[in-house]
């Protein structure tokens, strides 16, 4: 390099390009291996695995795992998704959505719902705690002690919730928890009540209630979008702090566990903030239409 800087100045102090082993993997072998992974399957599987791609194509597996790095394909994944048909799906996905970004003035928006069948699971031996290098660790099997319902009704606005738990899942529950709603409210707010298409929600005495209540409004989200429903997140995390990795010897314990961890939360609340416009919704909507057409469905 020495002398190259002083025969050629600066631009001696830059490598020339250099020989090196010839390329073995061509772009035809390349687009050969994505084309299989996108629009083939293996016959004796549902997905293709390095191994198998390796066999069909004649390239080593560290090539495969190479060239979907690269291509950012990952066969061994999956993803689920539910589709909605339901006929006023547009118009309630504007509602709600309505609802969460522009609330009316005035008036109090509850996202309202059951986390239902919720087991008290006791550990059949102690857990055994947190170490340096070991995370905690807990048997696979347990013994049952009942199911109970947590109750749940959360304020869009403060992320306050009013809460409880029932033995039961009826709509003679529902309507006592719709009672307590009411006794917790400022009688001179309008009250809008997002809720699920779950049949207790829709009996003749629920209906008569609201009724007779008449300053409150019920949306309903659309069928098999139970995530349009904020307080889904807050069931999601009692789901994650109380119930996955809790030992209950007995039910009072379970729900005592759940409706603390509300109370805790109540006391410095954060709301859930909504994000995603109607648009953005209904687009992502439109598009997946496009593409489950596309493939024949």
């Not at 118009?91 to 309202?112: Q, S, T």
């Not at 738990?165 to 009688?187: V, W």
């Not at 809008?192 to 008569?208: E, F, I, P, Q, W």
């Not at 209950?248 to 994000?275: G, Q």
Request: hydrophobic share 35%.
């Amino acid at each position: 390099m020495a002398e190259r800087f002083r025969l050629q100045r600066l631009e001696g102090l830059f490598d020339e390009p250099r020989p090196g082993a010839p390329r073995t993997i061509t772009d035809a072998h390349v687009e050969n291996v994505i084309t299989k992974t996108l629009e083939t399957m293996p016959s004796n599987s549902t997905h293709w695995s390095t191994r198998l791609m390796a066999a069909e194509t004649g390239l080593t597996q560290n090539a495969i795992v190479r060239i979907w790095h690269t291509f950012g394909l990952q066969p061994h994944r999956v993803e689920n998704f539910k589709f909605s048909k339901d006929p006023q799906l547009v118009e309630k996905v504007r509602d709600i959505v309505g609802l969460y970004m522009n609330p009316p003035d005035h008036a109090i928006v509850l996202c309202v719902d059951e986390k239902s069948q919720v087991q008290a699971l006791n550990r059949t031996q102690p857990i055994l705690p947190l170490a340096p290098g070991v995370p905690a660790r807990q048997s696979h099997d347990y013994e049952r002690h009942g199911v109970t319902s947590l109750f749940a009704a959360m304020d869009v606005a403060s992320g306050i919730t009013i809460s409880n738990c029932y033995r039961r899942h009826r709509h003679q529950e529902f309507l006592r928890f719709l009672k307590e709603i009411d006794a917790s409210l400022p009688g001179e707010f309008d009250v809008h009540l997002v809720m699920d298409n779950y049949g207790t929600h829709k009996v003749a005495k629920v209906r008569s209630w609201l009724a007779r209540h008449p300053r409150y409004h019920v949306h309903y989200t659309p069928t098999s979008a139970s995530w349009l429903n904020l307080v889904e997140r807050l069931f999601a995390e009692v789901t994650e702090r109380c119930v996955r990795r809790g030992s209950h010897t007995a039910l009072s314990s379970l729900e005592k566990s759940m409706l603390d961890y509300v109370d805790n939360r109540n006391r410095d609340p954060k709301p859930f903030i909504w994000t995603a416009s109607a648009d953005l919704i209904l687009g992502k909507v439109e598009r997946l239409c496009k593409r489950i057409s596309r493939s024949g469905h």
